[in-house]
RNA sequence: GGGCCGGUAGCUCAGUGGUAGAGCACCUGACUUUUAAUCAGAGGGUCGCGGGUUCGAUCCCCGCCCGGCUCACCA
């Protein structure tokens, strides 16, 4: 390791530990109290007064003067202030914390509760010991560590020093929790199912590719468990959900990383209505794990999640927005000609779906802030979705908004395996035609078809995305406790 | 991929075609109730990387790397 000065100053002070004989990395600590109990119960354990021995990192500023010393110690339950006077502590530890302990130290320290003066709670060491001696400095004490770059590539520095930054993680796991509470009390089971999968799919989107060594196979990262989910419906379990990571070779910005934490469940004899309410009941139980209440502010905006969403079909969203009908305008041909004939500034696209998918996204997506649910998409964008009885061009799918970002997917699922089969060889059409993220054939997934999948419903939800609504983050990255950087060779 | 902005001490940031700056942190000394402690003093740099122009480049030019915002892409 080649040390800066600040580094190396730290390493010689390790020495000298160790020159006299301490370890400084010893084996484990013998504390007595997380500081967590020691606040909650400070009044009893002062008056007591009970010796106790409390362990943590030092932080912020260590304050020494000729005979006395104050630091705080934090150990992830709560903060500590340490009071430590040479007369308890000795000449010889005295010294040594002023000399070779640092900020950024994890410390082990023994003594009585306390008030100061100036009333702050603390503990009077009588006997001070190191846990784990720390190589690196903290960073600047006032403005601390700012750059985004920084924080997102040494996230560990991230979260000692900004503490809102364990907060987004903790009302993660928090609303998480809520999730599979809510996805368990309905009957679903939690399943696992293969991130290494020789053919993928359930989502339109480019895959990492992966090879197995000895099986001599090309493999690919999942980029949606929705197959595998729906083979396991077949097999009769009544519901299913997984909480799982899929990865997507595709851009990244700040709602996009390449490998995302995604829930998707599946509810026998459901169709896309049950779906609906089962959002509705999943982002009020994370909203309020997070929040406390149902309703959750987004950069100034507050969004309900304590009401029932609107439902807006898709065809109905473009005609508010655009003025154009979609169920109208049938051919590619006939809708270029009404974007022209209305100076849509629209990109052109190649098929009829993808085009009116492009609408969507450009004039009605950026206009749904608050949770609303968009229904009934062209078959040709949702090639695992049952089309609708009365009109066969769209289908039972929906899409879940909130701040303009796409939260959940959903639809009855599409049961026929001859249809099915002819959605995949229009995939296929589209895949040689040049469409990266185009469908897969799956001859096995036909075959559990076959079998007989009874009328389900299906749902898939962005847990990033999601958690950057409720904890009003507006990247991805802030949300993702490892997000993905570029590698960089010059520094770690 | 395009546009704009950025990369200077451990951190947060100034700055200039002529020996590289501040605050905090760190180091030395003083100090027995601090709360961004205070006071005095000292040290610390591949100015992202490579090339070019120049007597001289951290600064100007070109290329590259990394990042931020944004547009495009990602149903």
């Not at 997102?152 to 993660?172: P, S």
Request: net charge negative.
């Amino acid at each position: 390791m080649e040390l800066n000065d600040l580094q190396a100053q730290r390493a010689a002070k390790l020495e000298r530990l160790r020159a006299a004989g301490l370890d400084p990395f010893p084996t484990r600590s013998t504390r007595t109290h997380t500081i967590a109990t020691v606040l909650t119960d400070f009044d009893t354990l002062a008056v007591a007064p009970t010796t106790l021995t409390i362990a943590g990192r030092v932080i912020g500023a260590r304050r020494i003067m000729g005979k006395i010393a104050f630091a705080h110690v934090e150990d992830g339950t709560g903060t500590l202030q340490l009071w430590i006077s040479r007369a308890d502590v000795g000449d010889e530890w005295f010294a040594r914390f002023r000399d070779d302990l640092d900020t950024f130290d994890i410390v082990q320290a023994t003594g009585t509760l306390r008030r100061t003066k100036a009333g702050e709670a603390s503990l009077f060491v009588s006997s001070l010991s190191v846990l784990a001696k720390a190589v690196n400095p903290p960073p600047e004490k006032w403005a601390g560590l700012t750059d985004v770059e920084e924080r997102h590539r040494q996230r560990y520095l991230d979260l000692i020093v900004n503490a809102e930054v364990r907060t987004v993680f903790q009302a993660r796991a928090t609303a998480i929790s809520a999730m599979r509470r809510v996805l368990d009390s309905h009957g679903f089971l939690e399943v696992e199912t293969p991130v290494l999968q020789p053919i993928y799919g359930g989502a339109a989107a480019r895959p990492f590719l992966t090879y197995h060594n000895t099986l001599g196979q090309q493999l690919y990262l999942r980029i949606a468990t929705e197959l595998y989910l729906k083979r396991l419906i077949v097999g009769g379990f009544p519901g299913v959900y997984e909480i799982s990571k899929n990865f997507r070779n595709e851009g990244v910005d700040r709602s996009h990383n390449p490998e995302f934490t995604m829930m998707e469940c599946y509810q026998a004899y459901g169709d896309y209505t049950t779906m609906m309410r089962l959002v509705e009941e999943l982002l009020r139980a994370m909203c309020v794990a997070v929040t406390g209440t149902t309703t959750a502010t987004y950069q100034g905006q507050t969004l309900d999640f304590g009401v029932a969403w609107p439902r807006l079909p898709m065809r109905a969203a473009i005609a508010a927005q655009t003025g154009l009908d979609i169920g109208t305008l049938s051919t590619l041909e006939a809708l270029h000609a009404a974007l022209t004939a209305n100076a849509l500034k629209v990109e052109r696209k190649p098929t009829w779906g993808k085009q009116v998918d492009e609408l969507f996204s450009t004039y009605v997506q950026p206009t749904l802030v608050q949770p609303t649910f968009i229904l009934d998409y062209p078959v040709e964008l949702s090639p695992l979705a049952k089309r609708k009885p009365d009109d066969p061009a769209f289908t039972e799918r929906f899409e879940a908004f909130a701040v303009g970002m796409e939260l959940g997917n959903a639809f009855t699922e599409l049961n026929d395996p001859f249809d099915q089969e002819q959605r995949f060889l229009a995939q296929g059409r589209d895949f040689a035609a040049g469409d990266a993220e185009a469908h897969q054939m799956d001859v096995d997934y036909l075959n559990a078809l076959m079998y007989g999948l009874p009328p389900t419903g299906g749902l898939g939800m962005g847990i990033d995305r999601i958690m950057m609504v409720l904890t009003d983050r507006p990247n991805i990255r802030e949300v993702i406790l490892f997000p993905h950087m570029r590698q960089r060779e010059d520094k770690p």
